[in-house]
T-cell receptor, first 112, second 114 residues
């Protein structure tokens, strides 16, 4: 039972354009959502987060949108850069369970 | 001065063997974790320790035994290795147990059981 799903295993975008990575979840008890970025042979690194009581959080080129009614969130990267090429993991956090639950990741490739 | 370091980076061993993976963090964090990334690339939590005490123990075979000698170290010992144990294991740490402190991950240990 995957509580966090990233249905697109990969995404290819031209440099300078917008990258949109999607994430769906089934657990309505998540209190926060986080995005992590992972380069090959490295561990994931934290990128951006959003509280379940908000619908948008922005940090530079990265914006996360949350649609609670649809149980859907997305990460927008504008403009995309070749250095953004990595695997992006969406994760939900539940205060009661004190656990992060990760999706399976989406590989983003930004072409120069 | 790697923040979260785990050794070894690669581990190839035969079924039935016992092996350990070590993890150390120099961030002064209170909480450490072990995650497993399986063949489908999902990252799943295995264990969490806060100040050397076990706080999360997901459904993991008891062949896996974490050991935290101090709050800067969390080692993972695996007995009687099986083929299905092949995966990448990530150690992580955070300050506190809530979401406010994101996890800092090590670079992973790729375990291959033959």
């Amino acid at each position: 039972d995957q509580q966090v799903k990233q249905n697109s295993p990969s995404l290819s975008v031209q440099e300078g354009r917008i990258s949109i990575l999607n994430c769906d979840y089934t657990n309505s008890m998540f209190d926060y959502f986080l995005w992590y970025k992972k380069y090959p042979a490295e561990g994931p690194t934290f990128l951006i987060s959003i509280s379940s009581i908000k619908d948008k959080n922005e940090d530079g080129r990265f914006t996360v949108f949350l649609n609670k009614s649809a149980k859907h969130l997305s990460l927008h990267i504008v403009p995309s850069q070749p250095g953004d090429s990595a695997v992006y993991f969406c994760a939900g956090f539940n205060n009661a369970g004190n656990m992060l639950t990760f999706g399976g990741g989406t590989r983003l490739m930004v072409k120069p | 001065d790697t923040a979260v370091s785990q050794t070894p980076k690669y581990l190839v061993t035969q079924m039935g063997n016992d092996k350990s993976i070590k993890c150390e963090q120099n961030l002064g964090h209170d909480t450490m974790y072990w995650y497993k990334q399986d063949s489908k690339k999902f990252l799943k939590i295995m264990f969490s320790y806060n100040n050397k005490e076990l706080i999360i123990n997901e459904t993991v075979p008891n062949r896996f035994s974490p050991k935290s000698p101090d709050k800067a170290h969390l080692n993972l010992h695996i007995n009687s290795l099986e083929l299905g144990d092949s995966a990448v294991y990530f150690c992580a740490s955070s300050q506190g147990t809530g979401w406010v402190s994101p996890l800092h991950f090590g670079n992973g240990t790729r375990l291959t059981v033959t």
